[in-house]
């Protein structure tokens, strides 16, 4: 069966693209086509030695910077470019940029793994307010209403979805009027051994707007408890010049962290803060839980779908300060067991993840 993976760009390495390393492992005789990919990212490193093709826009100076996000409306031309026709199977994996619906795919079986329909079309928190500047606000409403109805006439044409959570599968249902299938990304960190615990709350976001991050660095001030911050900016907004100048040198910024770094900071940590007012999935507060961690998470989204409330974290059902430091009282007060918090995490292994797929595509394609 000849199969080819698509996604929708390399640059950052977050949980989509953690979905597209174990699919690739899955089938690594697939080329991965995509966008366009930032050479030197972490994204574009973690996939070297993989038979990557970069649609036309790769070409374009400054496109993998800066000029996709304002140029997305050239989402179809870039789909549209690649021919899949000679694939048994195609593996799509979609977030914003509208990567499904392939028109030369011939008799190929599209199946899309969706993150999520793009947030920015459909009035859901991301990582730039763009609508607060006039100019941009009217410039995305024009564009949006074009890629609303190519969205939705491309999800029309993939013959089998995917949803990375319950949270996505009811905005499949919504926006496209399809069903799915919900499989849930794969959760896989190394192991650590002489942990620590420490006095420290972790985050771990790019540091761009919609994630919470604010809140969790005002919180710090206000009840004045160490937290770290795992992330680097992205974006153009000017997010981490705001969290510095509001973290008063009470926060520690670590930048971007190898996976053994990570897994230790986890680990360590007094509790891990999930934030985002509504988050597709979340995987990075599995992560945490992998490595024995309790979680502190907004009561919404698909954190919901992953964290206990009493016996693997504590939720804040409130998007304020006040709210979330009320959360982590009533978590420092339960009796949260390592072994429960890994225990829920390999609910998600990568391992269950193959497992599922291989499933549902042996179902799908015969």
Known sequence: MKVALVHDYLNEFGGAERVLLALSEMYPQAPIYTGFYKRGSEGHARFQGKDIRASWVQKIPGF??????????????IWNSFDLSGYDLIISSAGWYVTKGFKKKGKAVEICYCHTPPRWLYGYPTS??????????IYG???????????????????????????????????????????????????????????????????????????????????????????????????????????????????????????????????????????DFGITPVEAMLMGTGVVAFKGGGYVESVI??????????????????GIRRFEKMKIKNDDCVKQAKKFSKERFKKEIKEFVEEKVR
């Open 64 to 77: 993998a910077g800066k000029l996709h996000s304002p140029l997305r409306f050239l989402a179809p031309l």
């Open 128 to 137: 730039i307010e763009w609508q607060k500047y006039w100019l941009v606000r």
């Open 141 to 279: 409403q024009m564009v949006g209403h074009f890629m609303r109805k190519y969205d939705y006439q491309a999800a029309q044409r993939v013959d089998w979805f995917v949803a990375n959570s319950k949270n996505t599968g009811k905005r499949i249902k919504k926006f496209y009027r399809r069903d799915s299938k919900v499989i849930y990304p794969p959760v896989e960190l190394p192991r650590v051994k002489n942990i620590k615990k420490q006095n420290y709350y972790l985050v771990a976001s790019r540091i761009v707007g919609g994630k919470g991050l604010e809140l969790a660095v005002k919180a710090a001030v206000k009840f004045n408890f160490e937290l770290k911050v795992v992330g680097k900016a992205a974006g153009y907004g000017k997010e981490m010049e705001r969290l510095q100048k509001a973290a008063k040198g009470k926060v520690e910024f670590i930048g971007i962290v190898d996976d053994d770094q990570l897994a230790r900071l986890y680990a360590e940590a007094k509790g891990f803060l999930a934030l985002a007012s509504d988050e």
């Open 309 to 326: 409330e009493g016996k693997t974290g504590a939720w804040f059902d409130k998007q304020t300060v006040e709210s979330l430091g009320g």
